[in-house]
């Protein structure tokens, strides 16, 4: 069986995490050890942040809806439970835009809940 060289294939291998290691400082982008543990760190740190930007947002927007409900004279979780029982399917992302962008719209929603 003859030899295999392995050039092409390694260097494209190592040029893909050199690659994502791009604005690292110093040998964390320079050595081979160093950027692969770094590059496997960050990814990891990512999406760990891709489930918390989730949850961050989703506790938000809850904080908008409650503030709105507030000025109405209405609790968070009796708003939500009066929209769920009248069965109207809107979701938190909305309702928190509408409470910031257009109260009256967000009165008639509350109106329609009661």
Same mark, same amino acid.
């Not at 494209?12 to 995490?17: D, E, F, Q, S």
């Given at each position: 069986?003859?030899?295999v060289r392995r050039g092409f294939k390694a260097r494209? %291998? +190592?040029?893909? !995490?050199f690659k994502l290691a791009k604005g690292f400082h110093f040998d964390?982008?320079?050595k081979w050890r160093?950027?692969?543990?770094?590059v496997?760190?960050?990814?990891?740190?990512?999406?760990?942040g891709r489930k918390l930007l989730k949850r961050d947002? %989703? +506790?938000?927007? !809850?904080?908008r809806i409650n503030a709105g409900a507030h000025t109405l004279g209405l609790s968070y979780s009796k708003?939500?439970?009066d929209l769920k029982k009248k069965d109207v399917q809107?979701?938190?992302?909305?309702l928190a835009d509408i409470v910031a962008r257009d109260m009256k719209g967000f009165e008639a929603i509350v109106a329609v809940a009661k």
């Open positions: 069986m003859a030899r494209r %291998r +190592r040029n893909k !995490i964390r982008r320079t160093q950027t692969v543990q770094t496997v760190r960050a990814l990891h740190y990512s999406f760990i947002m %989703r +506790r938000l927007w !809850i904080t708003l939500m439970g809107i979701n938190r992302k909305m």
